[in-house]
């Protein structure tokens, strides 16, 4: 079992390319349970009524916020850990693990204080009103009570994922999603016995299903991998593992709020430039492209453990064999979503709206956006890269600089040339010389020749 373990996480040998579509497969199914969950809870919502539905729409950008910064904390984990993999560097591993489980319960106590006292003022800045607050309430002070299970199994799955496993993190998103499938619609409508509760179901729903992924990722990382160990030399041990984690963590948890400015952006622009007939077109055209963005966020998954193991064994040949398929890739796979779009653009958006007007937009949307996805792909994975060795400044330099000093200002200088379709060219263009300056920083960033001792001097 041990020697088959080995060959199942060991990414410093073999095709590159042959790891990369087996690490890729089972995360695009893992997304897509995931991507399910999130639908699941705002179908079964819908359905008390207006006043449910916009209060669901106001508790977004908490969980976005806290969401990001769970993120962080995984990102910077895997980072770490797939490093130390890479190493053979066994006590680091599983310092990374167990410390970085600690810094997420430690986390989730403040957040928690924090979010139960500051629901009135927080929520009513953000527009709820009389008949929406108390809803709002009722569902986040459920989901506040067990935001344990939503910050935690991530920093876990993100630690099997370093080391090569994405079946497990699958299994583990399989187990929310058919959980909350299952218990939505029960404890939403108090069917079988159990009493109606509404909102406040609907966030119970949410955190019996994340625990069971907790205790399901939990089981993983210990039973399987032995990673959980509580012995420490002494506190600094704990302290530098957590400023280990944090160095990536932060700016990642940072850089993650970044798209949402730039979609907001849109929104607005269009708003403006269109009406709500644009605005709709733009929702409508998201929830297509997000389809193909499941594929790309894959691929940026599957990408972290091969660049970072490499990376701390220091076989830089491989990180650069790496760097390149993944560029070559990005650009490929960015030219099928967009041939594909052109066919399917319509019929495909007819699932979400039967408007004419919204329809002729949402075309306009695909096929402009989906053109410049190959840009897109490399901006965002190129960050992924540059994160796994450890090197998030650049990351930040790339997806702020980015978004504030490129692609805002090319939405701004589109719509005033041509309107909404002006807008979306610009996207696009943005979104193509952010691509081309990314692989132009992870040629130089990610040279392991000019590294020899950079594993040492980051993680000693």
């Known amino acids: ?39 699941t809870d705002t179908l079964f919502v819908s359905k008390l009524g207006t006043n449910a539905l916009a209060a669901m729409g ?92 939503v910050v935690m199994p991530p920093v876990g799955d993100s630690a099997m994922r370093a080391m090569g496993d994405m079946i497990r993190p699958f299994i583990v998103m399989m187990v929310c999603a058919v959980l909350n499938i299952i218990l939505d619609p029960i404890l939403i409508f108090g069917l079988f016995g159990f009493p109606k509760m509404g909102m406040a179901g609907a ?55 970044f798209p949402q400015l730039v979609r907001t952006t849109l929104t607005k622009i269009a708003a403006t430039v269109g009406g709500t007939v644009a605005v709709a077109a733009i929702a409508t055209g998201t929830r297509v492209e997000s389809f193909a963005t ?14 970072g193991q490499n990376w701390g064994a220091q076989k830089y040949h491989r990180v650069d064999e790496t760097r390149k398929l993944v560029n070559k890739t990005a650009v490929i796979y960015g030219i099928i979503v967009f041939l594909i779009s052109l066919p399917l653009a319509e019929p495909v958006s007819k699932i979400f709206t039967d408007d004419p007007s919204v329809l002729e937009l949402t075309k306009w949307y695909l096929w402009i956006v989906l053109f410049a996805s190959g840009g897109l792909n490399l901006y ?35 719509s005033k040339i041509n309107g909404y379709v002006g807008m979306l060219v610009g996207l696009g263009v943005g979104q193509i010389i952010i691509g ?24 000693n």
Do not use: C
């Open 1 to 39: 079992m041990k020697n088959k373990r080995k060959k199942n996480r060991d990414l410093l040998t073999g095709s590159v390319g042959k790891h990369l579509i087996r690490m890729t497969i089972p995360t695009i199914g893992g997304m897509l349970a995931f991507t399910v969950f999130n639908i």
């Open 294 to 307: 499941v594929v790309s966020m894959a691929i940026g998954t599957a990408i972290v453990p091969i660049i």
């Open 380 to 414: 965002n994975w190129t960050s992924g890269q540059l994160n796994s060795v450890g090197k998030p400044l650049w990351v930040m330099v790339i997806n702020i600089a980015g978004s504030l000093g490129i692609l805002i200002p090319a939405l701004y200088i589109g």
């Open 58 to 149: 106001f508790t977004f950008p908490i969980v976005m916020i806290v969401g990001a910064f769970s993120s962080g904390i995984s990102i910077g984990a895997a980072s770490v850990l797939s490093r130390a993999m890479g190493n053979k560097d066994h006590h680091l591993m599983n310092r990374i693990a167990t410390d970085g489980i600690l810094l997420s319960v430690l986390s989730v106590l403040f957040i928690s204080t924090i979010g139960l006292l500051t629901m009135n003022p927080i929520f009513t800045a953000l527009g709820a009103n009389k008949e929406t607050l108390p809803l709002v309430k009722e569902y986040m002070t459920v989901w506040y009570l067990g935001v344990v299970a």
């Open 203 to 257: 966030a119970l729903a949410t955190v019996i299903s994340r625990t069971a992924g907790m205790i399901t990722t939990l089981s993983f990382v210990h039973f399987h991998y032995g990673l959980i160990d509580f012995k420490y030399k002494d506190l600094k041990e704990l302290i530098s593992s957590w400023g280990k984690i944090l160095h990536v963590g932060i700016p990642s948890a940072v850089v993650r709020l």
């Open 436 to 459: 081309a300056v990314s692989v132009k920083i992870g040629k130089k960033e990610l040279k392991g020749e000019q590294n020899e001792s950079t594993y040492n001097r980051e993680i």
